[in-house]
């Protein structure tokens, strides 16, 4: 993994256009439902053939913070639990810890590390650091894995147009500005 990332990644200014979750999710009937001071968004899969068929999300209300996810596909139950931590007054994602319950074979555990740096005033993400071990023994799977960011600069604004919608699109900076 660290030898594709360098080869990737080496020397290549790119903007990076993550989907939204709404996008992932388009097409899922919502819900939502409050218990225990907390609220639960419920999405359905009117689609169940395309493997995921329900995710959860429980949020605290007002802030609509996630405090934890659920997703269920045919084989599988995926638990994801969020940290933050607060810096400067506002709250940063700095762990994932994740489990994925199957149905056949060995489940596992993940988590994903985030470690931020400050530049031209905005808080970017420096390193990850990833982690993958089978469940019910602790043996490591892969990892830990780092990924450390540097060189990194803030985008200059980006025309509207310059965006595919619901896709990721690799962008060199350079051609953005021309």
């Known amino acids: 993994l660290r030898e594709s990332i360098l080869q990737v990644f080496k020397g290549t200014d790119i903007l990076i256009v993550p989907p939204t979750e709404m996008e992932q999710f388009e097409g899922f009937g919502l819900s939502l439902k409050k218990e225990k001071g907390k609220i639960e968004v419920l999405g359905t899969n009117p689609s169940p053939e395309k493997g995921l068929y329900q995710y959860n999300l429980v949020v605290e209300p007002g802030s609509w913070l996630i405090l934890e996810r659920k997703f269920f596909g045919k084989d599988f139950i995926s638990y994801s639990r969020p940290h933050y931590q607060l810096w400067k007054g506002k709250r940063y ?41 089978v469940a019910s023994t602790g043996e490591r799977i892969a990892g830990p894995v780092e990924i450390i960011l540097t060189d990194c600069l803030i985008n200059p604004p980006v025309l509207p147009e310059r965006f595919k919608e619901g896709k990721i699109k690799f962008v060199n900076p350079k051609s953005v500005s021309e």
């Open 93 to 133: 994602l700095v762990r994932i810890d994740t489990l994925q319950d199957r149905e056949e074979g060995e489940d596992f555990r993940s988590w994903v590390k985030l470690e931020y740096q400050e530049i031209e005033g905005f808080w970017l993400v420096k390193k990850l650091t990833y982690k993958f071990e």
